[in-house]
């Protein structure tokens, strides 16, 4: 006889499981309070990153059944979720969801199911990354300056070149002018780098 567990997760402490085992016992599982796991984490970490998911899974056996009530349980986006379903498919583990009317996820419908979500994950990713490219090649045309405001103005940064070339150490730049050894480092890199191309 297949045994159930039941994982239960909840990304604060002041958040408790007890809705989600509700959940499941009233969805028709019947889960021994010894194979119930559950774990506060932030649903942003993965599932192979969660110590109650590592110590669920090496209690996990062929044949077994697993239970979430969401499937924001089993990882932190629709990519990990799909790796942490198929490696429990692989042990021979099934897993239903309630929040898709306790599908087997293991199952073709359950494995068709997760196709298309992947399937409308990935296609958010591409909106989003496009989305970025052209807000990103907008600003470049009017002209705003991207990324990081400098540390340094274009006169304090001659001044820490002018340090520099007088041999002042860059330790001894960086406290003058009030500023990181990383960023008197960073405009000498850069100064060697344009003397270079100049030369060349």
């Given at each position: 006889?297949?045994?159930?567990?039941?994982?239960?997760?909840?990304?604060t402490s002041d958040q408790t499981t007890a809705n989600q085992l509700q959940e499941i016992a009233g969805a028709g599982?019947?889960?021994?309070?010894?194979?119930?796991?559950?774990?506060?984490?932030?649903?942003?970490?993965?599932?192979?990153?969660?110590?109650?998911?590592?110590?669920?899974?090496?209690?996990?056996?062929?044949?077994?059944?697993?239970?979430?009530?969401?499937?924001?349980?089993?990882?932190?986006?629709?990519?990990?979720?799909?790796?942490?379903?198929?490696?429990?498919?692989?042990?021979?583990?099934?897993?239903?969801?309630?929040?898709?009317?306790?599908?087997?996820?293991?199952?073709?419908?359950?494995?068709?199911?997760?196709?298309?979500?992947?399937?409308?994950a990935e296609f958010e990713r591409d909106l989003l990354i496009e989305r970025t490219q052209a807000g990103l090649a907008r600003?470049?045309?009017?002209?705003?300056?991207?990324?990081?405001?400098?540390?340094?103005?274009?006169?304090?940064?001659?001044?820490?070149?002018?340090?520099?070339?007088?041999?002042?150490?860059?330790?001894?730049?960086?406290?003058?002018?009030?500023?990181?050894?990383?960023?008197?480092?960073?405009?000498?890199?850069?100064?060697?780098?344009?003397?270079?191309?100049?030369?060349?």
């Amino acid at each position: 006889m297949s045994r159930v567990f039941a994982y239960c997760r909840v990304s604060t402490s002041d958040q408790t499981t007890a809705n989600q085992l509700q959940e499941i016992a009233g969805a028709g599982f019947e889960v021994s309070p010894r194979r119930v796991i559950e774990e506060t984490v932030s649903g942003s970490v993965a599932a192979s990153e969660r110590p109650g998911w590592a110590s669920l899974v090496a209690r996990l056996e062929e044949g077994d059944v697993l239970v979430v009530t969401k499937l924001d349980r089993l990882g932190r986006n629709a990519m990990d979720v799909r790796a942490t379903v198929d490696a429990l498919a692989v042990d021979g583990v099934r897993v239903y969801c309630l929040a898709l009317g306790g599908m087997d996820l293991t199952s073709p419908a359950g494995k068709m199911t997760m196709g298309v979500i992947n399937a409308v994950a990935e296609f958010e990713r591409d909106l989003l990354i496009e989305r970025t490219q052209a807000g990103l090649a907008r600003a470049k045309v009017e002209g705003k300056s991207l990324g990081r405001p400098k540390s340094l103005s274009n006169e304090e940064t001659q001044a820490v070149l002018e340090r520099l070339a007088a041999g002042e150490s860059v330790a001894a730049t960086a406290k003058a002018m009030g500023t990181s050894r990383q960023t008197v480092m960073r405009i000498r890199d850069m100064g060697d780098a344009r003397r270079s191309s100049v030369a060349a």
